[in-house]
């Protein structure tokens, strides 16, 4: 006599991988269908460095170093904050993309439906990791091709696509947020644009110390310009300090915000 064994039930944790695996794909597909949107994204970063290398550079680097630097040393110092923007950049497409899932009505079928509830978010905010990431390496290569060099280590190279993964984890929870609480695509590009806009007000162009004096703790006290230092010094081996540790700070505090902003909205029933 034979017995046959039922087969195990999938546990939670099993659904909300397979779950979140699903929407992850869905919206990377859903990327390649508007693939003007992650090109335009993309092409920024990539413009504003080739702008401030060979029109702005020798009018931006007099700053650097305290006498002036040549073109491959603005080259070394631009390229870190140019990859910081490109993150923020990336961002206003997941803002855009969230709202129009929550304008169109797909969220609000994904909530009647037999699915992890948080896997809809967590598809969202894989898929924009992963973009950032593809986005990063693209603008790296083009920074290497105009002669970016650095002579950090191995480990300093893990840790400086660790920062960059957590950078990009904790804005992209805010820009979700940011598409779900926008009534339109349009209004939730506008919602986004500061995280375009803090790069441009941070240390990714000039040192803080030679900006003016009123604006000096606006660049300073910002999420991107310890991020850009920490950054630097991974890569060049400039003084990081405190940076490293604020940096951390900044991204946990981010991502924990934008992670229970969204899951609110997300849960909140329809009206």
Known sequence: MTSTLAPARPTRISLAVRDSS????????????????????????????????????????????????????????????????????????????????????????????????????????????????????LVGAVGVAIGFRSDASALEWLAAFGLLTLFALAFTWIAVGMGMVSPSAEAASNNALPLV????ISSAFVPVDAMPGWFQPIAEYQPFTPAIETLRGLLLGTEIGNNWWITIVWCLGLAALGYRWSKTVFNRDPK
């Open 197 to 200: 806009f803090l790069p441009l």
């Open 22 to 137: 699903t929407m992850l794909r869905r919206n990377l597909l859903h990327a390649r269908r508007y693939p003007s949107l992650t090109l335009n994204l993309l092409l920024t970063p990539v413009v504003l460095l080739l702008l401030f290398v060979y029109v702005f550079g020798d009018v931006m680097s007099a700053g650097i170093g305290g006498g002036g630097a040549d073109r491959s040393e603005y080259i070394a110092y631009l390229v870190p904050g140019i990859l910081l923007m490109t993150i923020g950049g990336t961002l206003v497409g997941t803002a855009v993309s969230v709202s129009m899932d929550m304008t169109e009505g797909i969220i609000a079928r994904f909530r009647t439906m037999a699915i992890h509830r948080g896997s809809v978010l967590i598809g969202h905010v894989i898929g924009s990791v992963l973009q950032s990431v593809i986005s990063v390496v």
